[in-house]
């Protein structure tokens, strides 16, 4: 497989370094956004193979990112990451047809875990 070309999505700056600095040396390539309306944006430009997307976020929201990613038949797995805890939100994501869903906050080898079984790497 070439590159993992990943967009992390969350409003919490130090978040999207720290995840940007570890996921970089395992040879995903990362690009980053602050909101939901900027990564649609770049979605709009490029492609992704993976998405990992904040639920609560200003502008739009993960969701609505979700729901955009699958209305357009884009072919991004998505891993949904939220600080809310409840079950009827990771159902509700997982419906809409995310593909994982991580609660904050989350180890790395978990979520590097997560990501290699979403994205069928071993």
Do not use: H, W
């Not at 992390?8 to 600095?21: L, Q």
């Not at 409840?86 to 875990?113: C, H, M, Q, R």
């Amino acid at each position: 497989m070439d590159q993992l070309r990943v967009l992390f999505v969350d409003d919490d700056a130090d978040m999207r370094r720290i995840v940007k600095d570890q996921l970089g040396p395992q040879g995903f390539v990362m690009d980053e956004a602050e909101d939901g309306a900027k990564a649609i944006a770049m979605l709009e430009k490029g492609n992704y193979n993976l998405m990992l997307l904040d639920i609560n976020m200003p502008v739009k929201s993960g969701i609505d990112v979700l729901k955009f990613i699958k209305e357009k038949g884009l072919a991004c797995k998505v891993i949904m990451l939220t600080g809310r805890v409840g079950f009827s939100v990771a159902t509700e994501t997982l419906k809409l047809g995310a593909d994982d869903y991580i609660t904050k906050p989350f180890n790395f080898d978990y979520l590097l875990f997560a990501i290699k079984r979403v994205m069928g790497m071993k």
